[in-house]
């Protein structure tokens, strides 16, 4: 085990920049997911720190070791691709027993070792099956076995759930955490799948064009993010432009089309800044639950508008609307289905200024 650290590591190839000075410290034993639309640079990241890739500038470290010129096989991470990239023609014990015959272990203790770890992953039933013979969850299981038996400094896991169906997908992410906390295992997580670090990662760092944007514990990057594209990337969310009016302590007044409104927001912004207010569907409330946001303490910073539904949609679990505020702006709202707004009914919202969140619109530094 080894804390990994990242120090301005930049990839270029050719006129492409994949990944821009980007620094990342991993504590040992911690978690942290990679996210980010496609193309911006999470699998060179993680190539460059298996090693088959070197950076064209900063250095990796894995412990108090540079590793940034080392060749893969000199660093001891276990890797786990996509496509999981088994053997075709060994079987699960002997892809599972690779790494260990390189390392030229002896047979006795590969054998144990092996048979351990099968257990570990239901896959003893397996053991002397072919790949091609083995469901998605059997292949990444094993190919899981195959990067865990070395006892690597570090576990580098690239989309290694995006090829199963929904529900494995799901009952694979609480597998892989159990089993990541377990090892202890200091572990970056490659996805573009926001649920999916939010479910799994200590932290979570978000790539947008090589550059990250944010390195935070995942209720932060939801409630807290630093821009207002992350804003955005992470889970649905209201962007309403308005310029700040007021500072006082954490709160701020904003002035937007939809009325001023009160909001925490990012350090750094004070009156006369332009800003984008951000509010989750999930935080507004139809007017008779105001009452909700009594019990709780958040009634000091109110923020209430009115406004007329235009599009409803039925989501099972939830209600998904459309609200036009002022023929101003829509607003995204979602609610249990306990509230039966039908298109064109006039209705007033409320949220507290606490889940509200305001960003600057060019970012700021992470
Ligand atoms: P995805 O989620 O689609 O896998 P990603 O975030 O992992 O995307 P990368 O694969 O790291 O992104 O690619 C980052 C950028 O670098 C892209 O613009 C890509 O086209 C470019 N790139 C990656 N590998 C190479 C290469 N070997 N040669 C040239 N360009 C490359």
Redesign the pocket.
């Known amino acids: 085990m080894a804390s990994i650290e990242l120090r301005g590591i930049s990839?270029r190839?050719?006129a492409?920049v994949?990944?821009n000075r980007l620094s990342i410290d991993l504590r040992e034993g911690e978690l942290v997911a990679l996210l980010?639309?496609?193309?911006?640079?999470?699998?060179?990241?993680?190539?460059m720190i298996a090693g088959f890739e070197t950076p064209n500038e900063g250095e990796i470290f894995f412990g108090d070791t540079e590793v940034s010129t080392l060749p893969p096989e000199r660093r001891n991470a276990g890797m786990v691709f996509q496509n999981y990239a088994l053997f075709p023609h060994l079987s699960v014990f002997e892809n599972v027993a690779y790494g260990l015959k390189m390392r030229k272990v002896a047979k006795a203790e590969i054998e144990r070792r092996v048979s351990e770890i099968l257990s570990k992953m239901q896959l003893s039933e397996l053991r002397d099956r072919r790949p091609r013979q083995l469901s998605g969850g059997q292949q990444q299981r094993t190919a899981l076995a195959r990067a865990l038996v070395i006892n690597p400094a570090a576990l580098l896991l690239d989309?290694p759930l995006a090829n199963l169906d929904a529900k494995l997908r799901e009952e694979m992410r609480f597998f892989i955490r159990s089993l990541q906390q377990e090892f202890g295992i200091t572990t970056v997580y490659?996805t573009?799948d926001q649920s999916e670090a939010l479910v799994l990662a200590d932290r979570i760092a978000v790539?947008m064009g090589?550059v990250l944007q944010q390195l935070s514990a995942p209720e932060d990057i939801y409630r807290r993010p630093r821009t207002a594209q992350v804003a955005d990337f992470i889970g649905l969310t209201n962007l309403i432009p308005g310029t700040v009016t007021e500072r006082s302590g954490e709160t701020l007044q904003v002035d937007t089309p939809v009325g001023l409104l009160l909001a925490k927001g990012v350090d750094g912004l004070r009156a006369g800044d332009p800003g984008l207010v951000s509010i989750r569907p999930e935080y507004l409330y139809f007017d008779e639950t105001a009452a909700h946001l009594n019990a709780k303490g958040l009634m000091d910073s109110l923020n209430r508008v009115h406004g007329v539904i235009q599009e409803r949609s039925y989501l099972g679990n939830l209600i998904d609307y459309r609200v036009e505020i002022a023929g101003r702006q829509t607003l995204r709202v979602q609610s249990g289905p306990e509230h039966r707004y039908g298109v064109g009914d006039d209705v007033t919202l409320t949220f507290s200024g606490d889940d509200a969140w305001v960003v600057s619109e060019e970012g700021g530094t992470p």
């Open positions: 990839k190839f050719d492409v994949a990944v980010g639309p496609s193309g911006c640079g999470k699998t060179t990241t993680l190539r989309e490659v573009h790539m090589g």
